[in-house]
């Protein structure tokens, strides 16, 4: 498989075209950012620590049945990942409040959810990521009503593998965002789960051990990152 040309650069990967018209490459960089792109900064070592990261815990996913569109590692940086149509919704599920849920609703940073809640939020920088629901997903037409239920069901399967594994590592699976496309008319998970894009605390602790640290200027991301890592097993 060639690396061909790029077709997109977000704000922390790459993505490039390959000779398989059903195949990208994703190129995980240094780039750091939060605020929907207001804050950014290089950090040493993340491309490839969110690399390996979202490797694994994609094949742990496709291990428990979830359909994604991981293929394969192929360097330090980069994924090959298969070409997905992508709804422009993130799918938002919390098991602890924290983030703009404390934010919008004045509920305590901590409290436990239950049962977890479910949020979708439109993918839109300039517009902030604005907070949506089923009815606008439908009627702007970013998802068909049956394809945004199979992303919600599958975003809830993906909570009772992933809350699991990393209670057993240690650490709270605070809340975390995903995003889905459409692979031969089947409904996949897309993008990555990495540290970047979750909220995990320290069980015991409940040190953040995720993005927030950047958000915050707390100081230590990416060695946070290994952390997490390191607890479920990942070799970086
Ligand atoms: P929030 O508390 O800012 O709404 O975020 C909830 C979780 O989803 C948190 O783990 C961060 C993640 N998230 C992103 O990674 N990107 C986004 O654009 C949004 C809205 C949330
Ligand atoms: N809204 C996400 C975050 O704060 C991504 C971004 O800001 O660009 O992490």
Redesign the pocket.
């Known amino acids: 498989m060639e690396k061909r040309q790029e077709l997109y650069a977000g704000?922390a990967k790459s993505v490039f075209t390959t000779d398989d018209p059903d195949l990208m490459v994703l190129e995980f960089r240094d780039d750091t950012?939060?605020?929907?792109?207001k804050k950014m900064e290089q950090l040493d070592r993340k491309g490839m620590v969110n690399n390996k990261f979202n490797a694994f815990i994609m094949q742990k996913l496709a291990d428990a049945g979830i359909p994604t569109h991981f293929v394969k590692l192929v360097s330090d940086n980069e994924s090959v990942v298969k070409r997905l149509e992508m709804m422009p919704v993130e799918c938002v599920v919390r098991n602890i409040a924290a983030g703009s849920l404390v934010r919008r609703l004045g509920v305590e940073e901590g409290m436990e959810l239950t049962p977890p809640t479910f949020e979708l939020f439109l993918k839109n920088?300039a517009l902030g990521?604005p907070m949506v629901n089923e009815s606008l997903v439908e009627t702007f037409g970013w998802a068909k009503p049956d394809q945004l239920a199979r992303a919600k069901e599958l975003t809830f399967k993906v909570n009772e593998v992933l809350k699991k594994m990393f209670a057993d590592a240690g650490m709270l699976l605070v809340d975390y965002k995903l995003e889905f496309g459409i692979f031969n008319g089947e409904v996949v998970l897309g993008d990555e789960f990495s540290p970047?894009?979750c909220r995990v605390w320290d069980k015991e602790t409940r040190e953040k051990m995720d993005?927030d640290r950047f958000?915050q200027g707390l100081g230590g991301v990416i060695e946070a990152y290994e952390e997490v890592g390191r607890r479920l097993g990942i070799q970086f």
Do not use: L, P
Request: charged share 60%; hydrophobic share 15%; net charge negative.
């Open positions: 704000k950012s939060a605020f929907d792109g920088d990521d970047d894009g993005k958000r």
